[in-house]
């Protein structure tokens, strides 16, 4: 007769081994990973570079088919996201659980997390949309194609202000939570290798350690690099035109107003070779000295908004915004236009794959970096804790940014100062066009200045730490061996892919580019919320039935 032990659920896997070389060229790192990672991103340099009118012409071939076909896919993805972890945190008997083992407690303090978390969250994107993409739906947003507010009125502002905290809330940072959990609660709690393929071990176990596993980790690092390359692609933009409007614009810019081909290379050649000498100089060093930075005059700018230029009116569009948004994101998330052939339809579906997709796919590309930075540093904290405080917090900082900073550049609008200079400027343009105009002229220098160097700090940043995390990822975990050369080489890789896009196409093609390499990180994202709602459930059941689940409960 069957006894209660054979009805167990088996113990969790506690074992991932990865093959990695222990000497030569790629001493430290797994090479079935690394080499076709770099294969794979030195192919799209290639075809960049010696093929831009094929290029092109395949790009917005892909535009036009591809991403519309997935845009469904993207949007409800998204929205399971964010349904499971606020499940897994709400649930008391999930909510409880800790990642890490179950007596451990978090190595860092609240205020420290946050704080790296605040750092997670701020960043080069939130320079350059901060004030332009409230602007952008200020123009243009569903409501004002449906008819229902006039653009650039004060009917607009409510509605341009739920996409904007639609697309910088709670999704955004529901995606980086939910693969930091399936990485972190894996390794923390079963000693599996911080890597992205650990993630996926509840559902496919140890054929993870084989090529399955490889492709997974390929494809996080290309993701991860061209998540990166938006991002630092904005930055190269926006401090050009900082740098144009301190005096030097004759050769920064063309004559149509986009930055010159001359002056991308040689900001890439400044701002990455910056950002690759401080990856080979450690984090210790490099990415911490930084980050201060970036704190201290991320919230001298915040300052400056709050009291300099339209505060009042900004924390009333805060308060506003954050109410509409709490009572209209679950139908806002889960709405999909259909290009149903009419102009209301196509005009609809166009503005969403412009902006949400667009954003669900950045964040997913995104993932990786991001996911494994938070995973790092929230060792030994409750589930509950964890999803709460990675989605919560930053998503209010991002709110409390958009609303002074774009806050300002609308009320500058509506009240006729501005007289149409800032929603007509570039988006890389539209923060020092609001200065040019909340300041006078002397104050407008010094601040844009400022807005320059915490570019240069946030830039330097970010290329530094995406280049740690992708020598991560190829070295499934482990930090060990000889790292310099591949330093060098992704830095080189990673200011080639932005420098051929942006000249190729502009920030555009960067944008499509992302969108197409962020898809197949898009199913192993989906993967991941199998993964780690499996693996709580039966941690659950087996705690019920006496099985160990944490490597303390396997014994020496």
């Given at each position: 007769m069957p006894s209660e032990r054979d009805h167990r659920i088996a113990p969790p896997l506690v074992d991932l081994p990865i093959s990695i070389a222990d000497r030569g060229f790629y001493d430290g790192l797994s090479r079935q990973v690394t080499i076709p990672a770099k294969i794979i991103v030195t192919l799209l340099i290639v075809w960049a570079i010696f093929f831009p009118v094929n290029a092109a012409e395949t790009l917005d071939a892909v535009n036009r088919s591809i991403i519309r076909d997935f845009a469904g896919w993207y949007i409800y993805l998204v929205a399971a996201i964010v349904a499971v972890c606020l499940a897994l945190a709400v649930?008391?008997?999930?909510?409880?659980?800790?990642?890490?083992?179950?007596?451990?407690?978090?190595?860092?303090?609240?205020?420290?997390?946050?704080?790296?978390?605040?750092?997670?969250?701020?960043?080069?994107?939130?320079?350059?949309?901060?004030?332009?993409?409230?602007?952008?739906?200020?123009?243009?947003?569903?409501?004002?194609?449906?008819?229902?507010?006039?653009?650039?009125?004060?009917?607009?502002?409510?509605?341009?202000?739920?996409?904007?905290?639609?697309?910088?809330?709670?999704?955004?940072?529901?995606?980086?939570?939910?693969?930091g959990?399936?990485?972190?609660?894996?390794?923390?709690?079963?000693?599996?290798?911080?890597?992205?393929?650990?993630?996926?071990?509840?559902?496919?176990?140890?054929?993870?350690?084989?090529?399955?596993?490889?492709?997974?980790?390929?494809?996080?690092?290309?993701?991860?690099?061209?998540?990166?390359?938006?991002?630092?692609g904005l930055g190269v933009e926006q401090f050009i035109a900082g740098a144009a409007r301190l005096g030097a614009a004759d050769w920064l810019l063309d004559a149509d107003g986009t930055s010159s081909a001359l002056a991308i290379i040689v900001s890439l050649i400044v701002l990455v070779g910056a950002s690759t000498a401080s990856a080979l100089s450690g984090v210790g060093k490099g990415i911490k000295w930084l980050s201060n930075i970036n704190l201290v005059l991320s919230f001298a700018l915040l300052a400056l908004f709050l009291f300099a230029g339209s505060g009042l009116f900004g924390l009333e569009v805060l308060g506003r915004g954050i109410v509409k948004y709490c009572v209209e994101v679950v139908p806002t998330t889960l709405t999909h236009f259909m290009a149903d052939g009419t102009v209301l339809g196509e005009a609809l579906s166009q503005w969403q794959l412009?902006?949400?997709?667009?954003?669900?796919?950045?964040?997913?590309?995104?993932?990786?970096?991001?996911?494994?930075?938070?995973?790092?540093?929230?060792?030994?904290?409750?589930?509950?804790?964890?999803?709460?405080?990675?989605?919560?917090?930053?998503?209010?900082?991002?709110?409390?940014?958009?609303?002074?900073?774009?806050?300002?550049a609308i009320f500058l609008e509506l009240n006729g100062a501005a007289g149409g200079s800032i929603v007509t400027a570039p988006i890389s343009d539209q923060l020092f066009a609001t200065l040019s105009v909340m300041l006078g002229p002397v104050a407008m220098?010094?601040?844009?200045?400022?807005?320059?160097?915490?570019?240069?700090?946030?830039?330097?940043?970010?290329?530094?730490?995406?280049?740690?995390?992708?020598?991560?990822?190829?070295?499934?975990?482990?930090?060990?061996?000889q790292r310099r050369r591949h330093i060098l080489?992704?830095?080189?890789?990673?200011?080639?892919?932005?420098?051929?896009?942006?000249?190729?196409?502009?920030?555009d093609a960067i944008r499509v580019t992302m969108i197409i390499g962020a898809l197949p990180f898009s199913f192993v994202t989906g993967l991941m919320v199998v993964a780690i709602v499996k693996a709580i459930v039966f941690d659950l059941i087996r705690v019920s039935q006496g099985v160990p689940v944490t490597t303390d409960g396997f014994g020496p």
């Open positions: 649930i008391p008997s999930t909510g409880r659980l800790r990642i890490g083992l179950d007596d451990e407690r978090p190595e860092f303090s609240r205020l420290s997390w946050f704080s790296m978390l605040f750092g997670a969250g701020i960043g080069i994107g939130m320079l350059t949309y901060a004030v332009g993409e409230p602007m952008a739906h200020f123009a243009n947003n569903p409501a004002i194609i449906q008819g229902a507010a006039a653009p650039l009125s004060a009917e607009a502002v409510p509605s341009a202000y739920l996409y904007t905290f639609l697309h910088w809330g709670i999704a955004a940072w529901a995606t980086y939570a939910l693969v959990l399936a990485i972190g609660y894996v390794a923390y709690r079963r000693g599996l290798p911080l890597t992205i393929r650990s993630a996926l071990a509840p559902i496919f176990g140890r054929t993870m350690s084989g090529y399955a596993g490889h492709i997974v980790d390929v494809v996080a690092v290309v993701a991860t690099l061209l998540g990166v390359a938006v991002t630092m412009d902006w949400t997709v667009f954003y669900w796919a950045w964040w997913i590309a995104f993932a990786p970096f991001v996911g494994m930075f938070v995973a790092r540093i929230s060792r030994g904290r409750t589930i509950r804790e964890y999803v709460l405080g990675v989605i919560l917090v930053p998503s209010l900082l991002c709110f409390v940014w958009m609303a002074l900073a774009g806050g300002t220098i010094l601040v844009t200045g400022l807005v320059v160097v915490l570019l240069i700090t946030y830039l330097i940043t970010s290329a530094d730490s995406a280049i740690l995390i992708v020598n991560t990822i190829n070295g499934a975990g482990v930090t060990e061996g080489f992704w830095g080189a890789a990673l200011a080639f892919i932005v420098g051929s896009m942006l000249i190729l196409g502009g920030i």
